[in-house]
């Protein structure tokens, strides 16, 4: 715990996550955590991976993927600041159930299972906050899987980019830009198409003007009309 500030231990405190912990359950959970700092695009750990530790992301980004049965990669979730990433196997002590890799450099918080988990034995509150956590990501998965069942490749591409805005967007004077360094193929990985899909849909709305692209990311202009976009189900 000496290597977190008292200006860190603040922030953290303010997360939902440990709202209800009192200090000093606060301060023993933090003894045993270790601040660590992820290079850009290295891998923070592969799925099957031993698991037995949450990570608490304290700036940066994480990507979180797993490989399809056909050997594609698909990107389930885009991490940031405030967001944990392990929940599932915190919980179990199984297997990483996906690969992590860092796309900025990116600092976190390593929390091990043990410490956490007597915390949460004697703060419901706690519990249930990752147990809402993981029931968040349970539903943002289904809703991809869904997609992918349901929608042709543009209304599929035209939500992917809205939950993106939701998640990671900031708003400017053109619109919503997506905070996030995003290549074709990493954003035809989330949404589950092809690159040249994800390449040939974004010229023609970049034409129409519904998005911009900047310096590998992308801005929202008429997110109105994306919702239009969306209503074409199969």
Known sequence: ???????????????????????????????SAQPKIHK????????????????????????????????????????????VVGELTFLDGGARTATAQAIEQTRTLELSRQPFIKVLENNPATALKIIEIVCKRLRATSEMVEDATLLAAAPRLARTLLRLSRSNGVDTE?????????????????????????????????????????????VILREDLLNIVCDDVV
Do not use: Y
């Not at 750990?45 to 700036?59: A, N, R, T, V, Y």
């Not at 092809?194 to 990311?217: C, I, K, M, Q």
């Open 1 to 31: 715990m000496s290597d977190l500030t008292d200006n860190l231990k603040w922030e953290l405190k303010k997360n939902p996550l440990f709202q209800e912990l009192d200090d000093k359950t606060f301060d023993e959970l933090l003894r």
């Open 40 to 83: 850009a695009r290295k891998l923070i750990f592969h799925e099957g991976d031993p698991g037995g530790s949450l990570l608490m992301i304290l700036s940066g980004q994480i990507k979180i993927s797993s490989i399809a049965a056909n050997g594609k990669e698909c990107v389930l979730a885009f991490l940031g600041p405030g967001d």
């Open 174 to 218: 053109d619109g919503v830009l997506i905070d996030l360094p995003l290549s074709q193929g990493t954003l035809g990985a989330h949404a589950g198409l092809l690159r040249e899909s994800v390449n040939r849909l974004l010229r023609a709305w970049e034409s129409e003007g519904v998005v911009d692209r900047r310096d590998n990311r992308i």
